[in-house]
């Protein structure tokens, strides 16, 4: 891969071989847990149902999310638009 | 390929203080991506807000920032512009702030016409201060002082600056991410005053009092109520009502004004106040 993949130690990763279309691709996917507030936009935007609300007792509103199947991504990017609070990085 | 944020951001300041799903967030991100669009050295550039949820964005920002007074961004940037005209010089601020409580100021600037660029937040009700109506507001709305619902029109922030004088007017929503960043970039690029308005869910504040008091619902009225320019030249009044019209409304570059000496056009407001500067200094010398 020539991409610098450049995800912050704290944050989880998921990765993947995918194909898009007849492109031979590799995702990672990095996710900031402490950051996360659970909001669900994630979940909303995905057109491939990556991401799934998990339930967690320390967060306020006792959710976040984690990535289901990251070989499911196709790398729209809109989950990493989307997030308001900087914690999902796809490379 | 991942968007590198971390360079822009104070790392210790975040996670922010926005609610979870707020759309400041979203609108934060597109302008941060216009700025590497833009290619421009952190240190040219001030970020000068005002008072608001909208405001503490520049908190955030890891460049020249200004919290300012209520409403008086605009005034400190204009100041901040005449005085080092060769910076780039950003507001980010709230519906409240722009067109409430700095009515006066963003008319003003727009008139003027200043190489400034005003990104404008509207989510619809003042969000910090307890979800108060503001000059956004729908009409029939609920808001913490409207309770029976809105009875006031509302301002068209974009046609509002359209008419001021803005050479660069346009509207995209939260839910249009890469739209955003698009416009701001045009927005940055553009010589004169450039406003975006961007419009963003409230659902804690707004919300809550409308049924939809989780932002995927917000976001969701929000993309409802979406109506591209092209479409909307051809509705009629009564079918826009209550539409939020997303596009560019004016891109033009400032008429050259001619000034004193008919070989030194004038573009821009910054440059016809270099020249007063120097004939002060060239006063003062005799």
Redesign the interface.
């Known amino acids: 891969m020539s991409e610098k993949i450049n995800i912050p130690e704290h944050y989880g990763r998921w990765e993947a071989d995918i194909t898009i279309g007849k492109k031979e691709d590799h995702v990672t996917i990095g996710y900031w847990r402490d950051g996360c507030k659970g909001c669900g936009i994630c979940v909303d935007v995905c057109p491939k149902k990556v991401w799934e609300i998990i339930e967690a007792k320390d967060k306020w509103n006792g959710q976040v999310v984690q990535v289901t199947d990251a070989a499911k991504c196709i790398k729209c990017m809109l989950c990493e638009i989307h997030c308001p609070d900087f914690c999902i990085k796809i490379y | 390929?991942?968007?590198?944020?971390?360079k822009y951001?104070r790392m210790d300041k975040?996670?922010?203080l926005?609610?979870?799903?707020?759309?400041?967030?979203?609108v934060l991100?597109?302008m941060l991506r216009s700025v590497e669009n833009m290619g421009w050295d952190k240190n040219d550039i001030a970020f000068v807000s005002g008072i608001g949820c909208t405001s503490r964005a520049p908190g955030y920002i890891d460049c020249n920032t200004l919290h300012t007074t209520h409403g008086r961004a605009l005034s400190f940037a204009t100041g901040i512009k005449l005085a080092q005209p060769a910076k780039h010089v950003v507001v980010f601020s709230g519906d409240g702030d722009a067109t409430a409580i700095g009515g006066n100021h963003f008319i003003h600037a727009c008139r003027r016409n200043i190489d400034i660029t005003l990104v404008v937040v509207n989510n619809n009700t003042y969000g910090m201060t307890g979800g108060q109506h503001s000059p956004t507001t729908p009409i029939g709305y609920k808001a913490s002082t409207t309770i029976y619902g809105n009875i006031d029109p509302t301002f068209d922030i974009c046609l509002l600056a359209k008419a001021a004088g803005a050479s660069y007017v346009a509207r995209a929503t939260?839910n249009k991410?890469?739209m955003l960043e698009k416009y701001i970039t045009k927005g940055f690029e553009h010589k004169g005053f450039s406003v975006i308005v961007a419009t963003a869910n409230c659902h804690t504040q707004f919300g809550r009092k409308n049924k939809m008091s989780?932002?995927?619902s917000a976001?969701k009225w929000i993309e409802s109520r979406e109506i591209p320019i092209d479409k909307a030249r051809n509705m009629k009044a009564l079918e826009l009502n209550d539409k939020i019209i997303t596009g560019e409304f004016i891109s033009e570059e400032p008429e050259q004004t001619y000034w004193e000496n008919y070989n030194h056009p004038i573009h821009e407001y910054t440059e016809a106040y270099q020249r007063i500067r120097e004939k002060a200094q060239a006063q003062d010398k005799h």
């Open positions: 390929m991942a968007f590198e944020y971390e951001l975040i996670p922010h926005w609610c979870p799903g707020c759309g400041i967030g979203v991100k597109a939260v991410g890469k989780d932002p995927i976001r």
